[in-house]
């Protein structure tokens, strides 16, 4: 097998990723494992943005319903079933069935992009809405409740297949979620090299010309939207049972605007880039936190005003465009 | 003509608002014929070509192709049926570079090692060999153009159809495209429709000139050119002055 650059360079990362998941666990404090973690688990929802929008060129801006379709989709289930696994699959598969409805009108409908966002900004407000209102003992969906707008407390952990008892402590909750945000990225990378995302691409760059060329660009944009609402789904299972909690607040506009955020700021068009600018602003969201230095809604709105004037491309691209031009002129 | 049809329309008609674009257009070409589509600007053969490539939904009328009805067929569904479609305005892969982007199109209706050998003959007879690797978007506008072309062929299609694919071009840009559309053509059918009248002259042989709407003659090139009525509602003084 051949092997180029970029190769060697998803090599090294595979192994700094599994390396970190062995020795991080060791040395670091348990508080920073927790934050670690999560981290890791919202960097996975941001792939799947990156994923839809960055390569699909859908702008989802609701990206966040399928990641609380997914959590509230676990949590119901575990408090009716008491076993982690099925309510994984579930979590995974409750988001994509609801994408499949929900992009089939709107890719079939052809609904343009920006009618497009504005569709899936209003569905997670209608989700944040309808849990909202859903307090009391009447909302019930089996033996769990609801809870409205106090969310779902005590949802029980992951535990090994078929064994209740034995369920992940925290060290190995990050190790899952680093596990499971590797998988993601290498699966995305897998898939945008297949034809698949070759034509996927394509789309995006002129959806008149693919489909003059034979692709039925409907077809594969609901195959994306939905493959990006599994795997937020999928961030919204581990994020449920990292925190114990899931609460209507995941359908909100402040957090469905943070994953894009996210991904402007890593650089539209790249996964890396999705994960580099996850974990950037949410360490500087608890740092700010724990400092109390200064708000961190006001510093992040200006750390977003000055990426949008100065690095409008993000940091990934940017750096690539740096490199690349350093490497000219040193020939 | 040249054997049974290969694309027919029956009483195509589009209006907009009350205005009928195309009026009732009853319309044939043969298998492997190349016909220009002619007119002055409004007389609908923009119209006319748009709602035989998927672009537009006619008000009334059939589109057949080798005798099934097409009409309203979605453009992915027409590309299906081998036919090579080229807008107006180029619609290429600005983001993705010369190789991929006639990959993408060969590869839709061959297996990867057919289109690998597709892709190299096209970059090859089409010229565009040195700029393989050269991102589509920065490439200048002929270019363009004949990379669109050689997706077109890449998918190897039955019948083309081109519009205006010479707009905007300088004239020797004109005279390579005439003879990039030789080799295309084969024994293929193609429809072209064009305003550049040196260009039909090229690669000419039957013309339709179109008229408010309808089809006003249909004759060989030379008949064409010379024949009053078009000279005056198309050509005017400016045939006088090529001719």
Redesign the interface.
């Known amino acids: 097998m051949k092997l180029g650059v970029s190769d060697a360079g998803r090599l090294a990362l595979a192994a700094a990723g599994v390396a970190a998941m062995i020795v991080l666990p060791r040395v670091v404090e348990l508080f920073t494992l927790v934050e670690l973690a999560v981290f890791c688990i919202l960097a996975i929802l941001a792939l799947s943005l990156a994923f839809v929008w960055g390569f699909g060129g859908i702008l989802s801006f609701g990206q966040s319903a399928f990641f609380g379709l997914g959590g509230y989709a676990y949590a119901l289930a575990i408090a009716n079933i008491g076993e982690s696994t099925v309510p994984i699959l579930l979590g995974i598969l409750v988001p994509m069935l609801f994408a499949v409805l929900l992009g089939y009108f709107m890719f079939y409908g052809r609904i343009s992009d920006v009618y497009l966002a504005v569709i899936t900004l209003t569905v997670s407000l209608i989700f944040y809405h309808l849990i909202n209102s859903t307090s009391g003992p009447d909302y019930m969906i089996g033996k769990a409740r609801l809870g409205g707008h106090n969310g779902i407390p005590g949802i029980p952990p992951i535990n090994l297949p078929g064994d209740p008892a034995a369920q992940l402590d925290i060290a190995v909750v990050f190790q899952v979620s680093l596990a499971t945000l590797l998988l993601v990225y290498f699966g995305l990378r897998a898939l945008l090299a297949s034809?698949f995302g070759?034509?996927l691409?394509?789309i995006?760059?002129?959806e008149?010309?693919?489909?003059?060329?034979?692709?039925?660009?409907r077809r594969y944009k609901l195959f994306a939207f939905t493959i990006g609402a599994g795997i937020a789904g999928l961030a919204g299972v581990l994020f449920a049972t990292w925190g114990s909690f899931i609460g209507p607040s995941v359908f909100s506009i402040g957090f469905s605007a943070q994953i894009i955020i996210w991904i402007i700021i890593g650089g539209l068009g790249t996964l890396g880039g999705a994960v580099l600018g996850t974990v950037l602003i949410q360490y500087l969201t608890t740092w700010l936190g724990e400092s109390k230095i200064a708000d961190a809604n006001l510093v992040l709105g200006v750390v977003f005003i000055v990426f949008v004037l100065l690095v409008p491309n993000g940091l990934v691209p940017t750096a690539r465009k740096l490199m690349s031009a350093r490497r000219r002129v040193g020939r | 003509m040249i054997g049974a049809p290969i694309i027919e329309t029956r009483g195509l008609s589009k209006r907009f608002g009350g205005v009928p674009a195309v009026d009732g257009v009853d319309f044939s070409l043969g298998e492997g014929e190349l016909r220009c589509l002619i007119g002055p600007n409004g007389a609908g053969k923009s119209t006319f070509f748009k709602m035989i490539?998927g672009q537009l939904r006619p008000t009334a009328g059939q589109v057949l192709f080798r005798g099934a009805d097409v009409t309203g067929y979605?453009?992915?569904r027409l590309?299906?049926l081998r036919i090579?479609?080229k807008?107006q305005v180029p619609?290429?892969?600005?983001?993705?570079d010369v190789r991929?982007?006639l990959r993408?199109?060969a590869?839709?209706?061959h297996r990867p090692a057919a289109a690998a050998r597709t892709v190299d003959d096209i970059l090859q007879t089409a010229g565009l060999a040195a700029i393989a690797g050269r991102k589509v978007g920065e490439l200048g506008h002929g270019q363009r153009q004949w990379i669109?072309l050689g997706?077109l062929l890449a998918?190897d299609p039955q019948l083309l159809l081109l519009d205006e694919p010479t707009a905007g071009m300088t004239t020797d840009e004109v005279a390579r495209t005439a003879a990039l559309i030789g080799t295309m053509r084969q024994r293929r059918a193609m429809i072209v429709v064009e305003h550049d009248m040196q260009f039909v002259r090229m690669i000419a042989e039957v013309v339709t000139v179109f008229h408010q709407g309808r089809v006003l003659m249909e004759a060989p090139v030379g008949e064409v050119l010379r024949d009053p009525r078009v000279r005056e509602v198309y050509l005017g003084r400016q045939a006088d002055r090529h001719a």
Not at chain 1, 208 to 217: C, F, I, Q, T
Request: proline letters at 0%.
């Open positions: 034809q070759r034509v691409v394509a995006r760059e002129n008149l010309r693919a489909e003059l060329l034979g692709y039925d660009a | 490539t979605e453009r992915h590309a299906g090579g479609i807008t619609n290429v892969f600005d983001g993705l991929e982007s993408l199109a590869r839709r209706f669109e997706m998918s």
